[in-house]
C-alpha cells in the first residue's frame, strides 16, 4: 500500500479505478463531481450520489454499505471534454472533527491520508482523479467547506441552477420525506437514502432570487495546491 498524504499525487494505471471511503462516527453523504476545463459542474448529469448512483452511461458508478462507499470510475468511458472528477463527504449536523476516523484508499493499492483532528468543517473533497498530458492521476486534496454542503454546491456551480444539488440558502428551501413508501420512493417519485434517512429534494427557484457567489457565505475556505 503505497501512503498519499495530503497534496501529493501519483499515476493511476488502469482503465477501472475504484476509490473506497469509510467515515467512521458519523452518518456522511459521498458524491462524485464531474468537471470541465473551467473547473465546473454543468448541470445534475455531473452528480454521482445517493440518489443517482451511475453518471455518464456507467463511467463513474456509487455504491454504500454501511459506512462503506466505493466509487468505480471507468477511466475508458469519462467524456473527452470532462478534466476532473472530485470525490467529496458531506456531514449533516456535525463536523469532521467530530468523526472517529476517515479511511480512503484506491484500487490500486493506495492509502490517502485524511486529518480530522480539531477540523471545524462539514464538507470535504477528499480526493481527486484528474488528467495531466493524457494521464489520469489520483491526488489526496483534504481541502475543507466550513459553510458544508451549500458551500461545496456554490463553489462547483457554473452560476446555473440545479434540480439536485441543494442551493446556496438550503437547508430551508428543501424539503424532506416524513415516511417513505416500503418500495424505497416517495411518492413524488424520488427514492430515500436507503439507510433510514429522508431524501432530500430541491424546491424550484422563486422568481428573481439571487444566486451568491463562493465568497459570500461565512465560513468559505478556500485551499490552493501546487499543480503538478
Not at 61 to 76: A, H, I, K, N, W
Not at 102 to 126: C, F, P, Q, W, Y
Not at 211 to 220: R, S, V
Request: proline fraction near 7%; hydrophobic fraction near 35%.
Amino acid at each position: 500500500m503505497t501512503t498519499l498524504s495530503m497534496g501529493a499525487n501519483t499515476p493511476l494505471f488502469g482503465q477501472n479505478v475504484s476509490l473506497i471511503i469509510e467515515v467512521n462516527g458519523a452518518s456522511a453523504d459521498m458524491t462524485a463531481l464531474q468537471l470541465y476545463a473551467n473547473g465546473k459542474v454543468r448541470g445534475d448529469g455531473d452528480m454521482c450520489f445517493f440518489n443517482q448512483p451511475m453518471i455518464g452511461g456507467g463511467s463513474v458508478s456509487l455504491s454504500t454499505s454501511g459506512v462503506r462507499s466505493s466509487f468505480d470510475v471507468d477511466l475508458s468511458r469519462i467524456a473527452t471534454d470532462v478534466e476532473k472528477i472530485v470525490f467529496t463527504a458531506t456531514l449533516d449536523g456535525s463536523n469532521f472533527g467530530d468523526v472517529s476516523s476517515v479511511k480512503v484508499t484506491s484500487s490500486e493499492g493506495h492509502d490517502l491520508v485524511v486529518e480530522t483532528a480539531n477540523r471545524s468543517e462539514a464538507a470535504l473533497i477528499l480526493a481527486e482523479i484528474y488528467k495531466r498530458n493524457g494521464q489520469w492521476k489520483l491526488r489526496n486534496v483534504g481541502q475543507g467547506f466550513n459553510g458544508g454542503l451549500a458551500a461545496l454546491a456554490t463553489h462547483f456551480r457554473d452560476g446555473t441552477r440545479w434540480n439536485r444539488f441543494p442551493p446556496p440558502d438550503a437547508p430551508s428551501r428543501y424539503r424532506t420525506a416524513a415516511s417513505c413508501p416500503p418500495s424505497g420512493r416517495r411518492p413524488d417519485g424520488a427514492r430515500h437514502r436507503g439507510d433510514g434517512r429522508p431524501a432530500l429534494r430541491p424546491l424550484r427557484p422563486h422568481p428573481g432570487e439571487l444566486e451568491l457567489e463562493p465568497k459570500a457565505i461565512p465560513g468559505y475556505v478556500r485551499f490552493r495546491q501546487d499543480r503538478h
